[in-house]
């Protein structure tokens, strides 16, 4: 078996790059008005810290964004908090801090998440917090996941708190297999129940694949369960949800789900926005790793796939934004998401709205044009 940390396969370049793209705005939106700009960020699973082949793990990801932050004109002090239970793994982080963490914030703790984020989560009151939960294999119990919320206070003028849970899909149908096996075991089927909270899993994967069922059958198994596993967390959390599929090659299966909860809208677009820009990175590796060895394997075939990608995404914003005004209200598009990104969604960006905002003012169909920061909050009127 090769070791999890010798080389970055393509599903964790897709977490490492929505994390790159939403330490940035979350340090910086939170931080503003937070205790001496101070911002924690818990990594409850953080590995090795720096794969083999020399590529980061979110501990390094972290400590760069740490440094870069540190240095802007109005800095931002992310503090940063490692868990990781493995002893050898837990020394190599330790080497990996010594060396590149001289002058940030950053505390190590060797033990279980669960039995560590009480007091990590104590030291963090009052700052904003953004808690990572990325074990493999093993799933994240249900307890553990909501912990962050349960000890921290919600409502006007606390300090946000955010969770980035990994749900690992493989476990999920390895474990769901056993639900119609003659040769079930039921304390796996006891491991999944601590995960999702309740044995409810179990009904829903069986509504909707019972013996015999189709692949097509278990994937829509597989999609209820993980909807209603966040649908059940944001309830515990009180926080809204947004779940990701994460790949390793486009039209796979995923090998896992992130499962991003916050109880701020501004956390959910920057979120979007972050899952978009990754998204586009995770394809761009795709396509070098796929076209390694290939004469085509040029930038101007990745930027023509991107270019037809992103027209396809900006005409369905473009005819939603068209149905919505059509109804003769002025709205906000954060506040009708699903309808207008549409086919888009989980896909496009701010960008992508704009060059269709702006079609629109083009042709006279709004009079408020594409301009400022903060699209998704504007209000756009039927002309
Ligand atoms: C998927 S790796 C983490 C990768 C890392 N977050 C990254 O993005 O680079 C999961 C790590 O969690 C550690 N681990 C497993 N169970 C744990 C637990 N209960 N508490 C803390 N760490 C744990 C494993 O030893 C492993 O190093």
């Known amino acids: 078996m090769t070791n999890f940390f010798e080389e970055k396969r393509p599903a964790a370049i897709l977490k490492h790059a929505i994390l790159d793209n939403y330490i940035g705005p979350f340090a910086g939106k939170t931080g503003l008005y937070s205790p001496g700009n101070r911002v924690a960020f818990i990594d ?6 720096r794969y083999e082949s020399g590529d980061e793990g979110s501990p390094c990801l972290l ?13 931002r002090q992310l503090e940063c908090f490692f868990v990781e239970d493995d002893p050898q793994v837990f020394a190599k982080l330790q080497q990996v801090v010594a060396s590149e963490g001289a002058g940030l914030q950053i505390a190590l703790a060797q033990g279980k998440a669960a039995a560590q984020l009480p007091s990590l989560l104590s030291q963090v009151a009052g700052l ?6 990325d074990p493999f294999g093993l799933m ?15 409502g006007y003028g606390t300090p946000p708190t ?4 990994n749900f690992n899909a493989s476990t999920l149908r390895r474990i769901a297999g056993h639900l119609t096996s003659p040769k079930a075991f039921e304390s796996t089927l006891v491991r999944m129940d601590e995960v999702f909270g309740s044995a409810d899993w179990r009904d829903i994967w069986l509504q909707h694949a019972p013996a015999g069922s189709t692949q097509a059958q278990r994937e829509a198994a597989e999609t209820a369960v993980v909807t209603e596993y966040s649908r059940r967390l944001a309830k515990a959390a009180g926080s809204g949800f947004w779940y990701t599929e994460v790949f390793n090659r486009a039209g796979n299966r ?6 991003f909860l916050t109880r701020h809208k501004d956390g959910m677009s920057s979120f979007a926005e972050a899952l978009s820009l990754g998204l586009e990175r995770w394809r761009e ?3 070098k790793i796929e076209n390694a060895d290939s004469l085509f394997g040029d930038d101007s075939a990745f930027k023509a796939s991107e270019d037809a990608l992103a027209e396809a995404w900006v005409d369905e914003i473009e005819a939603n934004l068209r149905k919505q005004l059509a109804l003769g209200q002025p709205f906000r598009v954060v506040d009708h998401y699903m309808q207008v990104l549409g086919e888009a969604f989980g896909q496009a960006r701010e960008k992508h709205l704009r060059k269709a905002w702006k079609r629109l003012h083009a042709d006279g169909t709004t009079l408020v044009d594409s301009s400022g920061k903060d699209l998704f909050t504007k209000t756009i009127a039927p002309a």
């Open 44 to 49: 409850g699973y953080a590995g090795e810290g």
């Open 63 to 75: 400590m760069r964004h740490a440094r870069r932050l540190a240095a802007m004109r109005r800095p």
């Open 128 to 133: 904003p917090a953004l808690v990572f939960l």
């Open 140 to 154: 994240v119990p249900f307890e553990t996941a909501v912990m962050p919320f349960m000890a921290r206070p919600a």
């Open 162 to 165: 955010e969770t980035l849970i």
């Open 254 to 259: 995923p090998v896992y789900y992130l499962v």
């Open 285 to 287: 590796a795709l396509h």
